[in-house]
């Protein structure tokens, strides 16, 4: 193992303060100390039997464990029979007492939905006509950057990963908010409309900054349009023609509505009231659910099914080959190709055992979208993946529990049809999610009084004193 240097002095010591020991010694003795971490770090699986600690809050049966109350919204995917059997059924998303799926089916042919949806899980009660317009008004009022902030901020230090450059956005809002540290209700909805206003164009000003400066490619900086949706504006701020149909702004509008709420236990929801309850700014519990969702685990899943569903044309070939298809489902699952982890991605969810409804509504769009886009032979190859993939994990896992596709499998495919990029497949998560966000943020606010502050049991060994 390489020797790092040692620091003997306080001039060596000033120089690390001052950058100028370089990165790569530091990487080295980094290095040289990950043994002590996998080794001191590293508890005994049998240490959480004992201490009845659930890991990832869930318990053994995979419910969540039980961690606050919430009227905003519910996901139902079990019920519980007279005898206490847990039995799995088809599953439910509710916004405030509404299926989600009823609310999409209400909607005109071409009536944009988010903004509605929006008011609902915030304030609790569907708009009428007159609340509608007023908080699209609101809405499209507040869609306006600072002065400069785009090439200030945006345009400065551009990253490949949007999701940080949004959330570096967020945090440098917040300098420009006179009322910062005010923790009324009426701030805070005042500071999440402007922060759900603004997430279309952080995100797509983001992507067009990373673009050019480090893909070479052309700048767009176009202006959003306060007569259009927010599925619309996000369209025309993202292409260099501003220009899309009628069906890819509804698809993109059902998308958001899908992601936007599910439950005050998914990890950003838990994240941004678990920072909430300390009593801190909107900003920065804002860019704390940033943080969470950004992660492979949650919102960067939609990106794994699309690298895996292209690694599988790539070895299928162009026609679609059931037999072929399987083998290569359970070489996956083999950890013989793609990226070796033996995950089937966008099948399987924590909740939904028999179906998703998010998938289910989506697929409806996928469909007329495909058409469209004339990526029938591709829809058919998600569509064999979908019905062979579950029947695999079961034989595999031998589990009872049903296994489903979940809202990832197809929300990649109906970003790629729209032309969007990859690096921007997390951010639309977060244009949606920021409306449940805000919601819970503000039922935190209203009803807890108390930071969350969950126990650790210590396994730490006690050594003397040197």
Request: overall charge negative; charged content about 30%; some cysteine.
């Given at each position: ?56 809050l869930r318990d053994r049966n995979g419910k969540g464990v039980l961690t606050g109350l919430t009227g905003i919204s519910d996901v139902y995917a079990i019920d519980v ?141 176009h202006r959003p349009d306060p007569e259009l949706s927010t599925a619309e504006n996000f369209l025309r701020v993202l292409r260099p023609d501003s220009s899309y149909t ?121 469909i007329r979208l495909a058409k469209e886009k004339g990526e029938e032979n591709e829809l058919e190859l998600y569509e064999m993946v979908e019905e062979i993939a579950p ?76």
């Amino acid at each position: 193992m390489p020797r790092t240097k040692k620091i003997r002095t306080t001039k060596e010591l000033d120089k690390i303060v001052t950058g100028v020991i370089s990165k790569m010694e530091l990487s080295t003795y980094a290095a040289s100390k990950k043994y002590k971490v996998m080794q001191n770090d590293s508890i005994d699986n049998d240490l959480f039997t004992e201490y009845k600690v659930y890991r990832g809050l869930r318990d053994r049966n995979g419910k969540g464990v039980l961690t606050g109350l919430t009227g905003i919204s519910d996901v139902y995917a079990i019920d519980v029979d007279d005898e206490g059997n847990r039995i799995p059924v088809p599953g439910e998303l509710w916004y405030r007492g509404y299926q989600v799926k009823n609310l999409i089916a209400g909607l005109d042919e071409k009536e944009f939905g988010f903004e509605k949806v929006a008011y609902l899980l915030m304030f609790g009660d569907l708009p009428n006509q007159g609340e509608l317009d007023e908080f699209k008004y609101q809405l499209a009022n507040a869609r306006q950057l600072p002065s400069n902030f785009i090439r200030d901020v945006i345009m400065k230090a551009s990253s490949k990963d949007i999701m940080n450059s949004m959330t570096r956005s967020i945090l440098t809002l917040a300098s420009y908010d006179n009322n910062l540290d005010d923790n009324s209700i009426e701030n805070n909805i005042r500071q999440s409309i402007e922060l759900v206003s603004l997430f279309p164009l952080l995100a797509a000003y983001s992507y067009h900054a990373h673009n050019h400066y480090n893909n070479d490619e052309s700048m767009y900086i176009h202006r959003p349009d306060p007569e259009l949706s927010t599925a619309e504006n996000f369209l025309r701020v993202l292409r260099p023609d501003s220009s899309y149909t009628d069906l890819e702004a509804k698809v993109l509008d059902t998308a958001l509505i899908v992601h936007m709420e599910h439950g005050g236990g998914n990890n950003s929801t838990f994240t941004t009231r678990v920072v909430t309850s300390t009593g801190t700014d909107t900003y920065s519990a804002v860019a704390a659910g940033m943080s969470s969702l950004k992660g492979f685990r949650h919102g960067g899943a939609n990106i794994k099914v699309r690298q895996m569903m292209h690694d599988i044309r790539d070895n299928v070939g162009k026609k679609n080959d059931r037999k072929k298809i399987k083998k290569y489902l359970i070489d996956i699952m083999d950890r013989k190709t793609f990226d070796r982890q033996g995950l089937i991605y966008g099948i399987g969810h924590a909740i939904y055992s028999i179906s998703d409804p998010r998938e289910e509504i989506l697929k409806d769009y996928v469909i007329r979208l495909a058409k469209e886009k004339g990526e029938e032979n591709e829809l058919e190859l998600y569509e064999m993946v979908e019905e062979i993939a579950p029947e695999l994990i079961m034989e595999r896992k031998e589990t009872h529990k049903g296994v489903t596709p979940n809202v990832d499998f197809y929300s990649g495919f109906v970003y790629e049809m729209l032309g969007i990029p990859l690096e921007l497949y997390t951010p639309l998560f977060a244009i949606a999610r920021i409306v449940g966000w805000c919601a819970h943020r503000m039922e935190e606010i209203t009803g807890s009084g108390k930071i969350i502050r969950p126990a650790y049991k210590t396994v730490m060994e006690r050594k003397e004193d040197q």
